[in-house]
């Protein structure tokens, strides 16, 4: 079993970088493929970012290729969200979840594991 939590959420403004984190309990953590999603109020929960257990293959929403970069320290137990020139509609709760299937990663079912999310507030 995994438990995720995620920091470094808080309120910037546009065109500001924030770097997320996600900190994984559990001695299989290594094994996880992990995701990144995000919830805007009042919509669905959207695919932000995944990366495979070794670190080898990432994906990307394509709205959001080049200015967000995800990675994973699986010695530290920890995966990472790197979000740069942030703009308003990146507004949202943002999600750290964790899979062992190994599928689309771009579904939020495809998850088992996620965490209470943090906060991003992107100013204009």
């Known amino acids: 079993q995994v438990q995720l939590v995620e920091s470094g959420g808080g309120l910037v403004q546009a065109w500001d970088s924030l770097r997320l984190s996600c900190a994984a309990s559990g001695r299989t953590f290594s094994n996880y493929h992990m995701g990144w999603f995000r919830q805007a109020r009042g919509k669905e929960r959207e695919f932000v970012a995944a990366?495979?257990?070794?670190?080898?293959?990432?994906y990307y929403a394509d709205s959001l290729k080049g200015r967000f970069t995800i990675s994973r320290d699986n010695a530290k137990i920890t995966v990472a969200l790197q979000m740069n020139s942030l703009k308003p509609e990146d507004t949202a709760v943002y999600y750290c979840a964790a899979t062992l299937g190994r599928g689309t990663f771009y579904k939020s079912y495809e998850y088992h594991y996620w965490g209470q999310g943090t906060q991003v507030t992107v100013s204009s």
């Open positions: 990366i495979t257990w070794s670190g080898s293959n990432t």
